[in-house]
């Protein structure tokens, strides 16, 4: 009896001890603390090699939009909206968060996708990184900037708002930037992620210009009730938002490519729908010259 009260003793102990360590792991997780943080420049020196800028004829300054890709990368889509916007009269800047870190269209599938790596709120780096980059440029006009993402791409835009409002640095940063969004005239989202670890769905976010946006009803992706959410909640503090819900279609039912196995369709139609509600919110924020 007594050996068999021991046995359970230690497999108790064990059990906690576990149960202690996923506790911990997972807090670390929440609260940004699993990764090293490094000085923003460092960000900057990661993200810069692989950003893709398109200029639309002339020398400038000519507004810009920066594009922030879904969890799958750098696609067709990415380059699509980027040439509309440039056929808008606005240079548009493709920020890759996923080959700097080693990370090809399965990996992001497999890890991305999945939750596992690269939340919203390590990524609100990347975005912050971009910013500075387009400021620099002197073919850019630093005050008629836009910000563009697509599901986990808008997931980081509104995850950097939100972090934003508290002062907080994106995880893997040691300090939070001052005053990011200087310059930011609006923000399109399409289908963005508001779910599960998104910091907007708990924090207030603070807009640096209008939010239009683009969501599927019944997103099987991204519940668009929990975007809509958020924005409401915006708009209530005095944010002006707005956005359209197109049925019929599936999350990234502009994405010509996806993975063959993948339950996600291309629609056409609704794609030059939404790559023309895209134009025209940039001929509104950022009034370009025709191209």
Same mark, same amino acid.
């Given at each position: ?13 064990? =059990? ?7 506790? #911990? %792991? $997972?807090?670390?997780?929440? !609260? @940004? /603390?699993? &990764? ?61 968060? =996923? ?7 399965? #990996? %992001? $599938?497999?890890?991305?996708? !999945? @939750? /596992?790596? &690269? ?173």
């Amino acid at each position: 009896m007594r050996t068999a009260l021991w046995i359970a003793a230690g497999l108790a102990a064990v =059990l906690a001890a576990f149960v202690a360590y996923v506790a #911990a %792991a $997972l807090w670390r997780r929440l !609260t @940004g /603390r699993h &990764l090293r943080r490094f000085a923003n420049a460092q960000r900057r020196a990661l993200i810069e090699p692989y950003v893709t800028m398109l200029y639309p004829p002339g020398d400038g300054p000519h507004p810009c939009v920066l594009i922030l890709h879904g969890c799958g990368g750098v696609r067709r889509i990415s380059h699509a909206y980027a040439e509309a916007a440039v056929k808008a009269g606005c240079a548009a800047m493709i920020v890759d968060s =996923l080959t700097p870190r080693g990370l090809d269209y399965e #990996a %992001a $599938l497999a890890q991305v996708c !999945t @939750g /596992r790596v &690269l939340w919203g709120r390590e990524r609100a780096g990347d975005l912050y990184a971009a910013l500075d980059i387009a400021r620099d440029d002197p073919k850019i006009d630093p005050a008629r900037l836009a910000l563009a993402g697509w599901s986990h791409g808008g997931w980081a835009i509104l995850d950097a708002l939100a972090l934003d409002h508290d002062g907080q640095p994106p995880d893997g940063m040691k300090t939070a930037p001052e005053t990011p969004f200087r310059g930011v005239k609006g923000i399109f989202l399409v289908y963005p992620y508001v779910s599960g670890p998104a910091l907007a769905r708990r924090k207030p976010i603070d807009p640096p210009g209008p939010v239009e946006a683009v969501f599927v009803e019944d997103d099987s992706m991204a519940k668009e009730d929990d975007a809509i959410a958020v924005l409401e909640k915006a708009r209530e503090d005095g944010a002006s938002v707005r956005w359209t819900i197109y049925g019929g279609v599936t999350h990234g039912f502009d994405e010509p490519d996806h993975h063959p196995q993948s339950p996600l369709r291309y629609d056409g139609e609704a794609s030059a729908m939404a790559r023309n509600q895209f134009t025209e919110f940039l001929k509104r924020r950022l009034q370009p010259k025709p191209a």
